[in-house]
């Protein structure tokens, strides 16, 4: 049996990428009427409390299976070298905000695309809300979850694109460095895009060749994260 316990490693991570992190950039920059940092901070605190009680009334069990990240010994081989390298890069993008914006490397953006930066922030975090929500397999991980039942999920935004979680994800990334004025944050960014797309392509490939009904949803479900497009 699967311990199903939150250990003190994960509480740790937890404050760390969920609070320090999304805050990083005030804490850095010591500049506390900075409201974008201020909004960027909530948004992810918030939205990751909503998020995991929305999950866990709808699937009490996937908080466990989540909360067991550090010992999921049966998770892919190439996940457990992308999954925390992803997890790394994408914590990196509000500490180089922080920099950036302390030592003034960019420049400001303009009010409406800071505006349409914030919803591309807020429909990424939706987006990825709404796959957790709807998906009672959505691991920390990628593991065929044989000890779970693992099927394939088909409904809300499934029905779209195959890898909904990482679509949002990118969303977030992409935006994050605009709206809050610091353009080099698009380095970490960048990285986060491409260890996603690759990670991506490999659970693709893993959940067809290991999870049945997978290749059918594949011919249903032509796209992996861009409708239309890739």
Do not use: C
């Not at 990428?17 to 010591?30: A, D, G, K, M, R």
């Not at 457990?80 to 302390?102: E, H, R, T, W, Y």
């Not at 944050?185 to 009904?213: N, W």
């Amino acid at each position: 049996m699967r311990d199903s316990s939150i250990s003190p490693q994960i509480l740790i991570l937890l404050f760390i990428f969920i609070v320090l992190v999304p805050l990083s950039p005030l804490l850095i920059t010591q500049r506390w009427g900075w409201w974008e940092a201020w909004v960027y901070a909530l948004i992810h605190i918030l939205g990751f409390a909503a998020s995991r009680a929305l999950a866990a009334r709808k699937h009490p069990d996937l908080l466990k299976e989540r909360a067991n990240y550090l010992h999921q010994e049966d998770a892919e081989a190439w996940d457990k070298i992308l999954s925390p390298l992803i997890g790394l890069g994408g914590g990196s993008i509000p500490l180089v905000a922080g920099l950036d914006v302390l030592f003034g490397w960019s420049t400001t953006a303009s009010l409406s695309l800071k505006f349409f930066a914030l919803v591309l922030i807020l429909f990424g975090y939706a987006l990825g809300s709404y796959a957790l929500v709807v998906n009672p397999f959505f691991s920390g991980k990628v593991r065929i979850q044989t000890d779970r039942g693992h099927q394939v999920v088909t409904r809300g935004p499934y029905r779209w694109v195959r890898h909904p979680g990482y679509a949002g994800a990118l969303l977030t990334y992409l935006a994050s460095p605009i709206f809050l004025d610091a353009l080099w944050s698009f380095i970490p960014a960048a990285f986060v895009t491409v260890g996603t797309l690759i990670r991506t392509q490999f659970e693709d490939k893993s959940l067809e060749d290991r999870l049945s009904g997978y290749q059918e949803y594949k011919s249903q479900v032509q796209y992996r994260l861009i409708p239309g497009i890739w």
